[in-house]
C-alpha cells in the first residue's frame, strides 16, 4: 500500500465541513491502495472539536503528533472576553474595533507571518525528516490555513525530493479578510513572497472552487486541480427525518458570522403571513449581533439557539428543515467561495436560500443543482417570494449531479492527482 503524509492542524476535526475535508479523504484512502499518515498537533488550539468524527478515520491509518507553541494565551489576554462586534465567529472583520483588538490583530498580522502556528514550522520539519527515513511516504500533502502547514510541506519538499500537494481549503492573500489584518508594507510583502514560493515551489496545487484555481492559474505555472470539498452519502440516513407537523422549520448549521448577518431575511420573515408557524433553528456558535436582529423583529419566540452540535446531529438538523439558509460574508472577496456547508446542504436535498453575491460560485452552485436560489442582501421582497413558494410546495431541491461531490468520489479524483505525480 502506498503512502501519503498528510501535514494538517485540525486533528481531531471540528465539525466544519471544510475542515473535514482530509478526515473524509482518508476514510476512503485506503480502498484505493493507499494509507493516510496523519501528521498534527497534539495539543492544537481550536474552537470545538467533533470526536464523533473519529469513528471516520480507518483501521489503517497512522497518526504521528508532536507539540505545538502558540501565542493564543497572550493574544486571549489582549482581545479581552468578546468585547465589541464581531468578537466571536470571526474577530478579523471590517466592523469597528476596540483598542484591544486592534491590537491583537496587529501584533498577529505583523508578528507571526503567515499565522500564529509558524512557531511549528521549523520542529515539523527536522521531526518529519528523520521520520521519513525510517517511515518513508510516496507523497507529501499540505492543507490549510493554516498556510503555515504549506511551509512544512515546501521545507520538506525541498530536504527530499518527495512530490508534494499543497490543497488550498481557502485562498492566502486574497481570502476575504486579509485586507482586515493590519499588516504593514513589509508584512504584507512578506505573504506575497511566501504563497508565490509555495505555488510555484510545489508539484501540484488544489484548490476546492473554480475561482480561486483561476486565481492560482494566473500566478503560477504549476498545475491547478479543482477537487471541492464535499458530502458523506452514509451520513444522510433516511431514519434521521421526524415529523414537525404545524411549523415550518428554517436551519442554519455552523459558524454564523456578523459581517453576514441577512438582515432583509430576518425583515421578510417577521412580515410574512405564517409568521407564527416559523422554526428557526441555529446550530453552531452565532455572533451576538445575528440574535439581536432576529429578537428585534418579535422572532426571538421562533428561535431556538441550538449551540455546537456534533456531526450527526447537525446533518439531522439538515434532514428534518424546511428551508436551509445560506448567508455568505459581506465581502466582495467571498464571491469565490464555496462554504463547506454547502455540500452537505445539497445532500440533505432540502431547498437552499443563499443570501450573498448573485454571480458567485455558490450562486453558480445553486442554480447548476437545482437546489435553491442566491439573492442579494437587500432583497427582502424576493426572499419572502422564495420562502412563500417554499411553503406552498411550489419548489422543490432537484440534487442535479451532487454525486459529484460525494467523498469517496473526491477520494479518487485526489488519488488520480497522487499517482500521476
Known sequence: MKRALIITYYWPPTGGSGVQRWVKFSRHLPEFGWQPVIYTPDNPEQLAVDDSLLADIPAEAEIVKTHITEPYALARKLMGKGSGKGAGVNPVNGQEKSFKQKLALAVRGNCFVPDPRIWWVKPSVRFLKKYLKEHPVDVIVSTGPPQSMHLIGRDLHRATGLPWVADFRDPWTKIF????????????????????????????????????????????????????????????????????EGTFRIVHTGLFASDGNPLALWDALSALPFKDSLDIRLAGKVDPEILEAIKARGLDDHLSVLGYLNHEDSVKELQNADLLILPLRKEPEYRKVLPGKIFEYLAAQKPVLGI?????????????????????????????????????????????????????????????LFESI
Open 177 to 244: 479578510y486579509f485586507k482586515h489584518l493590519g499588516l504593514s508594507k513589509t508584512a504584507e510583502r512578506k505573504h506575497i513572497e511566501l504563497e508565490q514560493s509555495v505555488l510555484d515551489e510545489a508539484t501540484a496545487i488544489v484548490s476546492v472552487t473554480p475561482l480561486v484555481q483561476a486565481d492560482f492559474e494566473a500566478a503560477t505555472k504549476t498545475p491547478v486541480h479543482l477537487i471541492t470539498n464535499g458530502y458523506d452519502s452514509d451520513d444522510f440516513a433516511p431514519d434521521r427525518t421526524e415529523a414537525h
Open 356 to 416: 450573498g453575491q448573485e454571480d458567485g460560485a455558490a450562486a453558480r452552485m445553486l442554480s447548476d443543482t437545482g437546489a435553491g436560489v442566491m439573492l442579494d442582501w437587500p432583497r427582502s421582497e424576493a426572499m419572502a417570494d422564495f420562502i412563500c413558494k417554499v411553503k406552498d410546495g411550489g419548489f422543490k431541491a432537484e440534487g442535479k449531479g451532487i454525486e459529484d461531490y460525494s467523498r469517496r468520489t473526491l477520494t479518487g479524483k485526489m488519488v488520480n
